[in-house]
């Protein structure tokens, strides 16, 4: 008779879209999974709110109990998927300190306390996983920290909020404007009831800052992200921008900048960006996600996929499990958080973009030499300007596109505008990215 | 006095491209790689065919004995970047057998012998990795491998060779014949002398069999592999392409199939076929690569890259560099070869896929019907006909799209129109892929 392999117990926190589905696949996939891993994954509880309504799912698997189901001493690996940062963190934290490999798709919690779990983890030797958490099922964080691990990562770029993009690329292709356009979204179930975490760029911040940190080998958290979202963008923004060959996209960017003083900075920040339609972001739409990468030796690489949905981000959670299990197994662990670069974050005002100013102006002689006068006296070298009439109003629209500019002098500028005789309003303010100058 | 940490040795086989580049940042990223791996990463030898030459190393590092470098007890890790199925296979197995990871980038080796090699590094406890050997920089097999663990995965399609892709995307957007794209490839460096091993297909089968083994956790061999060159494509094959909204490119497709008894199989195949300009793979152009991921739960992931030249395809070895050196200081090693599924591969004859046939025809009444009527007999179902005289010539030209038909209907349907009395010629067979039906 032989002894049957040891089976790996896993405990699920959440059963919503991701966590059901990561349910049905240990169970649907058993003998692959067990092939996989080297031994058998066994489900031991899942953590629901109410254990009362009907899951599918033999009652006593059911718990509300979720600090006693991730102490248990049967469970080797916890899956959360939850969601708010309480009480996930405190789960998190009991399950790494009982020495359990914790998989989480929780970006917000992660972009808060990714030290505080990461030492959590370090100090217990377990793994701590993280796929799910950055744009659902498109392989991003492994890339980063081990594809290019023998590399130097100068960017990272990338639509990793699919209400957001569903929004705008609903704008840019029906004219909508934002208002109906989020109204849409909502109404397929692409946006909450309460979108704010979404169209004001929390969500797409906290993700900058996870990508930031393992790019970069820096501890970035969401508040050192800029941040700027989605509701301001009107109809006629979209117009300028396809004016100019550019469609409207909100970005996550990180970056490696080297200052003045030779010192490198990490850069994190978030806002709706005029991208060339030639860029290959330009072309991901709806729920869509896209990563760019850009490494020294490596060059430009893409990723793209589904960010979002059950099933995408269960497979990044598989994955993520499917590894911790494979490391229990054979009694090592996966590659550890590596924090040892711990550049400091560039403040925003230093960072140099290019810039779409659009403003409503008195229609007469003179003014837009006059406008144009106050960017070059804070040095802000324009590179295109569009004059266009407004039907049926009594004043003109111009539309200036600048070179590369620090954010610091463009406010100057704008403010100046803003106090402009003949600038009756500014109406936006928008960076321009993915073109060479 | 605080004890040194102990290095990790690496020899590098072969100093092309890729090898100076690989020594480049060996030397140059030498802190930043020591703080990844835990411990310095240090250059013991570099195997050269003729150590005279001056190579901007110090000469006491080169040699000209592969065997005796690989054999050395500082040396903890082996890249090989020479080339050559042999004597590569010989020195991978030599630094294997005597306990020393790998990383390779040679996917002729890999595609011949990977059930060979991965058995040697089993037995010996060692990583063999080879994220180089498909699509350089991109990451692909770490990504098939981890990030995909827990879930299955349907098909994968890609431009993975770059020298046709050049050649192909000359031809499509200048109209030349094969011949004079290939001698531009060649005279810019993107065709070898004798590039037979890209244009007829040879190395994007090889990949496809590597990728076919990680996606299907089966063996598969390049000889495994249906293969077509391009070196039959026409300026005409690609004016009708882009009458049909297509291009055409080289694809690398591995699919998981399910035969009418029920079996699953692997196909794995590379052709030339038509793909529609909004397929993501259509525009991916010159020495660009791209891999297309379908999984049952992940949905499409895309990954976009430089598939090939040294500093490229430098920063996946490295990847694999650092994560063979980091398992070597945590005393542990990445996942293992898994090759629980062996299926069965399925023949070329039972793949069910859409064609393209263009033939000359002679230019009198009721040819059309007779030659639809072929089609019919074989239960080939028509998509798309279309009818185009030839100018200045005595003939028309008959381009038929199919909807699916295995390739033992059509290989049959051809032969029976290469006979026809009214058919002057078969000009061209070719694959549609990418499309729904």
Do not use: W
Not at 4 to 27: D, F, H, Q, T
Not at 340 to 353: D, E, F, R, S
Request: with cysteine; proline share 4%.
């Amino acid at each position: 008779m032989s002894t049957p392999e040891k089976s790996i117990g896993v405990a699920v926190l959440g059963l919503g879209n991701v966590g059901s589905e990561v349910v049905r696949i240990i169970r649907d996939s058993a003998p692959d999974l067990a092939a996989r891993i080297g031994a058998p994954l066994e489900l031991r509880g899942v953590a629901v709110r109410n254990v009362s309504a009907d899951r599918g799912l033999p009652v006593e698997m059911l718990t509300d109990n979720v600090e006693e189901l991730v102490s248990r001493a049967d469970v080797d690996l916890v899956v959360e998927v939850m969601g708010p940062v309480e009480p996930a963190r405190k789960a998190i934290l009991t399950a790494l300190e009982g020495g359990k490999s914790v998989v989480t798709a929780n970006k917000a919690l992660l972009a808060q306390s990714t030290g505080e779990l990461a030492q959590a983890a370090e100090r217990a030797h377990v793994d701590l996983y993280f796929e799910a958490a950055v744009a659902g099922a498109i392989p991003v964080i492994r890339p980063l920290t081990q594809s290019l691990a023998g590399d130097t990562v100068l960017r990272v770029a990338g639509i990793v909020n699919g209400t957001t993009n569903y929004i705008l690329s609903e704008m840019a292709s029906t004219g909508a404007d934002y208002s109906s356009a989020l109204a849409d979204a909502s109404a397929l179930g692409y946006a909450e009831a309460d979108p704010t975490a979404d169209v004001e760029g929390y969500d797409a911040a906290a993700k900058a800052a996870i990508l930031a940190s393992i790019a970069f080998h820096t501890r970035v958290t969401a508040d050192d992200v800029y941040r700027e979202g989605i509701s301001k963008i009107t109809p006629e923004d979209f117009e300028s921008a396809k004016a100019l060959g550019c469609t409207i996209k909100l970005l996550s960017i990180c970056e490696r900048v080297t200052g003045s003083d030779g010192q490198q900075r990490v850069s994190a920040r978030v806002y709706p960006a005029l991208v060339p339609l030639s860029h290959p972001l330009a072309t991901v739409n709806g729920a869509f996600n896209a990563v760019v990468v850009e490494a020294e030796a490596a060059g430009r690489l893409m990723f793209y996929g589904q960010g979002a949905g059950g099933a995408p981000t269960a497979s990044a959670v598989m994955g993520d499990l499917v590894m911790a299990a494979r490391n229990r197994v054979q009694g090592g662990r996966g590659p550890r958080e590596s924090k040892y670069a711990q550049l400091p974050i560039a403040p925003m005002g230093v960072i140099p973009t290019r810039y779409y100013v659009s403003m409503t102006v008195a229609d007469r002689p003179g003014v837009l030499s006059s406008v144009a006068a106050e960017f070059a006296k804070r040095e802000v070298s324009i590179a295109e300007v569009r004059q266009e009439g407004i039907s049926g109003g009594s004043g003109a629209r111009i539309v200036v596109v600048t070179h590369r500019a620090t954010d610091a002098a463009l406010s100057e500028t704008v403010a100046a505008l803003a106090d402009h005789d003949a600038v009756q309003e500014v109406n936006s303010v928008l960076r321009l990215e993915g073109t060479a100058e």
